[in-house]
């Protein structure tokens, strides 16, 4: 069974601070998807990673794919209480696994207090 | 956002009773997604379509069906709801099985 394990599951921070969210698996993912969910709403994508080694930018959040394309990282730079939510990463399997689904982490649970 | 609608979004219901989950898409994709998510577990796949009438089984299946007769609709059912189906579900669509999907804004049900 495939699995992506995110840490730290719960991560409670004062605004302005930095932090960062890994996703890690012994599977290579042909791509991963970074996602942020609000109470009483759906998952929405953030970012989609492709290549290993890949970093990409959104204002103050830098993703990176590892080099491998086994892990992944959301850092948060002077994170802001509208930054509060639940993370998941997600990654299409190389191999096909999952029947070919995304495989979804279960998630980091972010409180940035003011 | 993507056009996905899910209803109801509420409901309660009591054990042994059927429920039907819909959700509705406006973006013509051709994959589509029932997901439950509980504390502690994520979000876990129940049943997922590639095509009208074309469906197969996620991680926890049992105890659900589902159906697709147009590529609009997907329609989850809890035959006979038990407890331990109390949760949030989640539709989502996407082009392909290893694309981005776009999920709707959830049904949260309790079964008593």
């Known amino acids: 069974t495939q699995l992506l394990e995110q840490s730290p599951q719960f991560l409670s921070i004062q605004e302005g601070e930095n932090l960062t969210v890994y996703c890690n698996s012994s599977?290579?993912?042909?791509?991963l998807q970074w996602y942020r969910q609000e109470p009483g709403e759906g998952p929405v994508l953030l970012v989609t990673?492709?290549?290993?080694?890949e970093v990409k930018k959104l204002k103050r959040l830098t993703f990176q794919f590892g080099d491998a394309r086994k892990d992944s990282s959301l850092h948060i730079t002077a994170a802001q209480t509208g930054d509060t939510g639940l993370y998941l990463c997600a990654g299409a399997d190389i191999g096909g696994g999952s029947q070919g689904n995304l495989i979804f982490g279960k998630g980091t649970k972010l409180s940035v207090k003011p | 956002d993507a056009g996905i609608t899910q209803s109801p979004r509420h409901k309660v219901t009591e054990t042994g009773t059927p429920v039907t989950l819909r959700c509705h898409q406006t973006?013509?994709?051709?994959?589509m997604y029932w997901y439950r998510q509980d504390p502690g577990h994520g979000l876990r796949l129940i049943h997922y379509?590639?095509?009208?009438?074309?469906?197969d089984k996620g991680e926890v299946s049992d105890g659900y069906s589902v159906s697709r007769s147009k590529t609009e609709d997907f329609l989850l059912t809890l035959e006979s709801a038990t407890s331990s189906q109390t949760s949030v579900y989640f539709c989502a669509i996407s082009r392909d099985p290893q694309e981005p999907q776009h999920f709707g804004d959830g049904t949260r049900l309790s079964i008593l």
């Open positions: 379509s590639y095509g009208v009438k074309d469906t």
């Open positions: 599977s290579v993912f042909s791509s």
């Open positions: 990673v492709v290549t290993g080694g």
């Open positions: 973006e013509n994709h051709r994959y």
